[in-house]
């Protein structure tokens, strides 16, 4: 595995790292949201430009989690018969 910066584990080993940040980003637009919903109309611009701001974070990332995946997929040497679940995996 290539080593990039220190401590990091190069584009084939950030997959693991930066694929929950999309579903993290998108329950905190959820909450925003939610939030908005309960506060006074002056607040809720606020939660509601925080919401809009984590769901496009969430889509770059989503990008960078398959980008990473794919690259992570050709590098790492799977058991006999784990293709069936890699594919599966990429689905979800």
């Known amino acids: ?8 584990p190069g584009w084939e080993g950030a997959h693991p790292l930066v694929v929950h940040f999309p579903v993290a980003w998108l ?15 002056s607040r809720s611009l606020a939660l509601l430009r925080g919401a809009l701001a984590l769901l496009l974070a969430s889509g770059v990332a989503g990008l960078l989690a398959v980008r990473s995946g794919a690259v992570s997929a050709s590098v790492v040497a799977l058991p006999l018969g784990a293709e069936p679940l890699l594919a599966q995996h990429e689905r979800l």
């Open 1 to 8: 595995m290539a080593e990039g910066w220190i401590g990091w």
């Open 27 to 41: 329950v905190a637009a959820a909450a925003c949201l939610a939030a908005a919903l309960a506060v006074s109309a």
